[in-house]
T-cell receptor, first 112, second 110 residues
Framework: GDSVTQMEGPVTLSEEAFLTINCTYTATGYPSLFWYVQYPGEGLQLLLKATKADDKGSNKGFEATYRKETTSFHLEKGSVQVSDSAVYFCALMHQAGTALIFGKGTTLSVSS | SQTIHQWPATLVQPVGSPLSLECTVEGTSNPNLYWYRQAAGRGLQLLFYSVGIGQISSEVPQNLSASRPQDRQFILSSKKLLLSDSGFYLC?????????FGPGTRLTVL
């Protein structure tokens, strides 16, 4: 069945460092791919998404490119801030309107 | 615009007590609705989803149940809580090929 694998955390960075969180997926066809962020004690917020191969999703300085050939959707940010500290979830939606399949989440901690 | 509400925000219940968590969506009609659970230090587990009033699909057999009495209302229930039911419960709806989440309910079973 479909699945999402993302790098184990925690990821600890200093402010202004470059961030990469790896995400790969297994699915038939062409799922939509998502990154969600969860701040402490809160629900999940959509960070960015991509719906077809080679699409790049971007938001708040974060980017991820849908790579069909490597079945990947890695999250990147050029310069992280303390306020980026959160848990990041990679997810796929195989068909519009169906449930998301999530990775296990990666905790990011940014220090000043 | 669409908004999703969950209540209560936090709940502490004794083992064996009943449970009722409520989720409502505003600003859309006939949404697909979902209940997820996030246990401490773990990822999200899909519990139930609904494509319409009275239509519930269960993903994980357990002592929880769900109901959808109205188009934009989704309820998660239990007759007798277990310690393992502790966690963060998230309601979500799907629109425009994207899923949107509520603020969550933190449930602690003692």
């Amino acid at each position: 069945g479909d699945s999402v694998t993302q790098m184990e955390g925690p990821v600890t960075l200093s402010e202004e460092a470059f961030l990469t969180i790896n995400c790969t997926y297994t699915a038939t066809g062409y799922p939509s791919l998502f990154w969600y962020v969860q701040y402490p004690g809160e629900g999940l917020q959509l960070l960015l998404k991509a719906t077809k191969a080679d699409d790049k999703g971007s938001n708040k300085g974060f980017e991820a490119t849908y790579r069909k050939e490597t079945t990947s959707f890695h999250l990147e940010k050029g310069s992280v801030q303390v306020s980026d500290s959160a848990v990041y979830f990679c997810a796929l939606m195989h068909q519009a309107g169906t449930a998301l399949i999530f990775g296990k989440g990666t905790t990011l901690s940014v220090s000043s | 615009s669409q908004t999703i509400h969950q209540w209560p925000a936090t709940l502490v219940q004794p083992v064996g007590s009943p449970l009722s968590l409520e989720c409502t969506v505003e600003g859309t009609s006939n949404p697909n609705l979902y209940w997820y659970r996030q246990a401490a230090g773990r990822g999200l587990q899909l519990l139930f989803y609904s494509v319409g009033i009275g239509q519930i699909s269960s993903e994980v057999p357990q002592n929880l149940s769900a109901s959808r009495p109205q188009d934009r209302q989704f309820i998660l229930s239990s007759k007798k809580l277990l310690l393992s039911d502790s966690g963060f419960y998230l309601c979500a709806w799907t629109g425009s090929d994207t899923q949107y989440f509520g603020p969550g309910t933190r449930l602690t079973v003692l």
